[in-house]
């Protein structure tokens, strides 16, 4: 079986979010989709609230579970026996970022990581801008996958 984990903050989880899982879903058996507890990063929804957002999202599709997580993401893949670990692209900073990360997970615990590159038309979507419009009363739904439920 082919186990990945897609982690993330997730706050919220995106458009761009939901088309990594999307097309992931068509090469893994099965996703565990990992929400990391940062005690440093401000967040708009605290993780139970996002653990429970994604669940609703991915309730009709058992390949997909959702968890959050404390510590190195590459020791939470291995607690959930995942081979993989899946991580989206959307700029080359990412990539640079994220080549070094998987050089090191890969030396640590032969995890291989997978990148997918963002569809063109969701470059511009990003968490970090979603929070900002909810800071300012703006409607998200435009950049939130549908049946999202923010509240």
Same mark, same amino acid.
């Given at each position: 079986?082919?186990?990945?984990?897609?982690?993330?903050?997730?706050?919220?989880?995106?458009?761009?979010?939901?088309?990594?899982?999307? $097309?992931?879903?068509? &090469?893994?058996?099965?996703? *565990?989709?990992?929400?990391?507890?940062? %005690?440093?990063?401000? =967040?708009?929804?605290?993780?139970?609230?996002?653990?429970?957002?994604?669940?609703?999202?991915?309730?009709?599709?058992?390949?997909?579970?959702?968890?959050?997580?404390?510590?190195?993401?590459?020791?939470?893949?291995?607690? $959930?026996?995942?081979? &993989?670990?899946?991580?989206? *692209?959307?700029?080359?900073?990412?990539? %640079?970022?994220?080549? =070094?990360?998987?050089?090191?997970?890969?030396?640590?615990?032969?995890?291989?990581?997978?990148?997918?590159?963002?569809?063109?038309?969701?470059?511009?979507?990003?968490?970090?801008?979603?929070?900002?419009?909810?800071?300012?009363?703006?409607?998200?739904?435009?950049?939130?996958?549908?049946?999202?439920?923010?509240?």
């Amino acid at each position: 079986m082919k186990r990945a984990i897609f982690p993330g903050t997730f706050d919220p989880f995106t458009i761009g979010h939901y088309s990594v899982v999307r $097309r992931a879903l068509t &090469f893994m058996d099965e996703i *565990i989709i990992g929400i990391g507890i940062n %005690e440093s990063k401000r =967040t708009w929804f605290p993780t139970e609230k996002r653990v429970e957002m994604i669940q609703k999202l991915y309730a009709d599709e058992p390949r997909i579970k959702v968890e959050a997580y404390d510590g190195l993401t590459v020791d939470f893949a291995q607690s $959930r026996g995942a081979q &993989f670990i899946i991580r989206g *692209i959307r700029t080359v900073r990412d990539f %640079e970022y994220e080549e =070094t990360i998987a050089d090191i997970n890969r030396k640590l615990a032969g995890v291989e990581t997978i990148l997918l590159f963002t569809e063109p038309e969701l470059t511009s979507v990003s968490s970090t801008i979603v929070r900002e419009l909810l800071q300012f009363g703006k409607d998200v739904s435009d950049f939130l996958p549908e049946g999202m439920e923010i509240d």
